[in-house]
Nanobody
Framework: QVQLVESGGGLVQAGGSLRLSCAASGRTFSSYAMGWFRQAPGKEREFVAANRWSGSITVYADSVKGRFTISGDNAKNTVYLQMNSLKTEDTAVYYC???????????????????WGQGTQVTVSS
């Protein structure tokens, strides 16, 4: 079974930066894409960013475009999320996800993914 482990969350002041990391361990697998989602208290989980390895396509939610950058290494099944100019509304649990099958164009839906991490808390204070 594939395990995804996130790290890098924490407490930061508004305007600050954090870098999240996610690494896959367990059985060897090939992913078509890896992405990040987040869930704030009382809200549904939402898409943040995705990296589709084929074509090196990256996509972002409008709310983070220009502030967050996703990057990664397909061969190592790792993905990162550099978060700059953080806002209080970015406070959430951030989840890493991996898709072991193709078929999606941009991997914006959580249903495109079949492996998930446990999540890492990001808290942005005012």
């Amino acid at each position: 079974q594939v395990q995804l482990v996130e790290s890098g969350g924490g407490l930061v002041q508004a305007g600050g930066s954090l870098r999240l990391s996610c690494a896959a361990s367990g059985r060897t697998f090939s992913s078509y894409a890896m992405g990040w989602f987040r869930q704030a208290p009382g809200k549904e989980r939402e898409f943040v960013a995705a990296n589709r390895w084929s074509g090196s396509i990256t996509v972002y939610a409008d709310s983070v475009k220009g502030r967050f950058t996703i990057s990664g290494d397909n061969a190592k099944n790792t993905v990162y999320l550099q978060m700059n100019s953080l806002k209080t509304e970015d406070t959430a649990v951030y989840y890493c996800a991996a898709a072991s099958y193709g078929g999606s164009l941009y991997y914006r839906s959580e249903y495109d993914y079949d492996s998930w991490g446990q999540g890492t808390q990001v808290t942005v204070s005012s």
